[in-house]
Structure formats: C-alpha cells, structure tokens
C-alpha cells in the first residue's frame, strides 16, 4: 500500500494539476468521498471505461508519458463520440511505481490536463495505488439527448456503411515507433494519429442531432474485428468492397489494405445509414473524410470484395484475448 501521507501528497498534486478552478459540469466535485452531476432536462446519460495497461496499450521506454495521459483520456472519450453524445466528467484510476512520480507523473498529468480542456471533460475523482507497472482505468460519463442515443444494434438490411478518416494510420504509426531507438516524439502523421488521437465528437454528435445514423460505434480495435460486433448487435451481415476503403498513403502500396482492415487504435467512427439519405452526408465532416465502404445485409456473413473475388472476412485486429 502507498503510505497514507504520500498518496495523499499524489492525490494533491494530481488535483492541483487537473482540479477545475470552476467547475462547469459538477454540483460536488474534487475533494469528497464522491461527486455529484446534476442531470439536464431532456438528456440522459452515457457512461463507459476503458483500461491503458503499461505492456499492453503502451510502452513506457517508447512512449511519451505526455503522449499516455492525452490517448488514456480520448480512446475512453471516444466510445462517447460512439454513442452520439458529449462529455462531461471522468474519473481517474491510476497504479504506478514509486519511481515515477515525479518528472514521468508530471508530464503524465500534463497530457491528460490538456486532452482533459480540449474535451472538456473535467476530472471527477477517482483512485491511486502502487504497483510495479503503470495501470490506468478511464470511466467517463457523457450525456446525449433523450432518445438519440446511437446503438450498434440498429443496422438494416439496404444500410450503407460508412467509416470516418483514414483506416490504418495508427497501426503504421505504432510500428514506426517500435522500430526507433529509445524515446521518440511525433514527427509523421502516422505517429501523431497514434500517440495524439482525435475523438469524432462532432461528428458523433452531428449525426445523432440530424438523425443520420441508424447504428455506430468506434473503430478501436480494428475494421475486421469492430464491424462484425456492429452486424452481431444488428442480426444482420456486411459486404465491404477492399478497394473503397480509405487506406493511408503513408503505408506502403501493398501493406496499405491490410492495415486499413486489421490495424487498432484508429478511434475513428464506424455507422450506418439508410440508402434514401446517404445524399445528406458530406464528403468531409470538419475536413474528416466519411467514406462509403459498403452495405448491411441480411445474410449474417461478413464479406469483402477484393479484385472481384468475393470471401469472408477474417477478424485480425486487436484481441487481448487471442492467443499466439
């Protein structure tokens, strides 16, 4: 156990880092047993977690502790975006080792004090401990308007399927990072998607307000892993056409459609619309591409296109769970 008077000293300076000094979102907030959000007329709430394991999720030799307190905050944030709703509050889980709580802590706090504004999303509470390894647990808590809640289980047969930005680019960043000496910063895109993601907020919000959607998630863990859980919740299949995807022109030719299907951590939006409205959807969000890569059907397979060869889809994305 961390000593009373030391992790009281921690949690002082992670308040003072990241405590709002007024409090937008909170009737009771830094500082008690617990806090308090007040409800809104006409909203309900959303809330959902997420776990950054040192090991699994990062690298402490490679990634920038900066870099870990922005992604640890916006990979949860943008199950949010998922849902069609805004942020409010989180709370913060944190087990680390003695031996960085100081400079490594501070930079830590640092990017999650600025993801924390640029989301406005305010630190709500939550728990400190020691432990050898770095382990971080996000829970946000966001509202969306009554009844706008998008699901993934409202896909129908004759839905168009559409993904967010460029599918792949995290992945590639990622194993450009593994392939560098030591720590390194942000010089490519590629590295900047995967260590300083960008939450699909507005576009998540954008649809859900318009009624646009009829299902969505996020793409966290990869095109061919994320969509056959969206078809799962819907009871329906897809087809997606390989060619249409919207690949990174920094991965090489021949890897590109491979990343674009199997690669994680894009945080990109994955949703469905129905055929007689896909008109309404602009070519870009916010300068964010939205691009058609297929359509729900109602044979429950998951199947792609690819040079005119028609074959079921294998899952090759993230899973923890996986072995080998």
């Not at 509050?89 to 944190?94: D, I, R, V, W, Y």
């Not at 095109?223 to 991965?251: M, N």
């Not at 309404?280 to 044979?299: A, H, N, S, V």
């Amino acid at each position: 156990m961390v000593r009373k008077q030391n992790e009281n000293a921690l949690v002082a300076r992670i308040a003072h880092k990241l405590g709002a000094a007024d409090s937008t979102a909170l009737s009771v907030g830094l500082g008690d047993d617990a806090a308090s959000l007040p409800e809104r007329a006409g909203y309900e709430f959303i809330l959902t977690c997420d776990w950054f394991l040192e090991g699994s999720h990062f690298l402490r030799d490679k990634h920038p502790a900066d870099a870990v307190g922005w992604k640890c905050l916006v990979r949860a944030t943008n199950d949010i975006a998922a849902m069609g709703g805004v942020p409010r509050c989180f709370l913060l889980s944190l087990a680390l080792p003695s031996s960085l709580t100081g400079k490594w802590l501070d930079a830590f706090l640092r990017g999650l004090h600025r993801a924390s504004r640029a989301l406005r999303c305010e630190l709500a509470g939550g728990d400190t401990t020691l432990h050898d390894k770095v382990l971080i647990n996000i829970t946000v808590v966001g509202e969306v308007r009554s009844g706008r809640a998008l699901l993934r289980s409202g896909a129908k047969p004759g839905d168009l399927i559409y993904v967010s930005g460029t599918l792949g680019e995290a992945e590639l960043g990622l194993r450009q990072l593994r392939a560098t000496h030591g720590m390194a910063r942000p010089v490519t895109a590629a590295l900047r998607k995967h260590l300083f993601p960008k939450p699909r907020l507005a576009l998540g919000e954008w649809l859900a307000e318009n009624r646009l959607a009829t299902s969505m998630m996020d793409v966290s863990d990869g095109l061919s892993t994320d969509l056959p859980r969206l078809c799962e919740a819907s009871e329906v299949g897809a087809r997606i056409v390989a060619d249409s995807l919207p690949v990174s022109t920094l991965a090489p030719a021949n890897e590109a459609r491979q990343l674009a299907l199997h690669g994680g951590d894009d945080y990109e939006l994955l949703f469905t619309v129905r055929a007689r409205v896909a008109a309404r959807l602009p070519r870009r969000f916010q300068g964010i591409k939205l691009t058609r890569i297929g359509e729900i059907t109602r044979d429950k397979k998951i199947l792609t296109v690819t040079d005119g060869r028609t074959q079921a889809l294998s899952s090759g994305g993230w899973d923890p769970f996986r072995e080998g």
